[in-house]
């Protein structure tokens, strides 16, 4: 692992530490534990996604917006 994933980790780390508590549903609350926290990894896992997810919509919103563009009309479509 390398310094920029360790600030990844850590950066996520702090945002969940930083979050206000919510209202838990308890089924939900107890399906999570019984289906995702009884698997070992499940922590490594669900970083992983999370951090690939964040890197994924970063890239999307770094790509430019084509707002206003317009597409090139065919040959048929002009008539």
Same mark, same amino acid.
């Given at each position: 692992?390398? +310094?920029?994933?360790?600030? !990844?980790?850590?950066n996520?780390a702090? @945002?969940? @530490? ?16 019984? !289906?995702?926290? *009884?698997?070992?990894?499940? %922590?490594?896992? !669900?970083?992983?996604?999370?951090? %690939?997810?964040?890197?994924? %919509? +970063?890239?999307?919103? *770094? @790509?430019? +917006?084509n707002?206003?563009?317009? %597409?090139? @009309? *065919? ?5």
């Amino acid at each position: 692992m390398d +310094h920029a994933e360790q600030q !990844l980790i850590g950066n996520l780390a702090e @945002r969940i @530490r930083a979050a206000q508590p919510v209202a838990e549903d308890p089924q939900a609350t107890a399906a999570v534990q019984r !289906l995702i926290g *009884s698997q070992p990894d499940a %922590l490594y896992v !669900l970083t992983q996604a999370v951090l %690939l997810q964040e890197q994924a %919509l +970063h890239q999307a919103d *770094s @790509r430019p +917006h084509n707002q206003g563009a317009t %597409l090139p @009309r *065919s040959r048929d479509a002009e008539g």
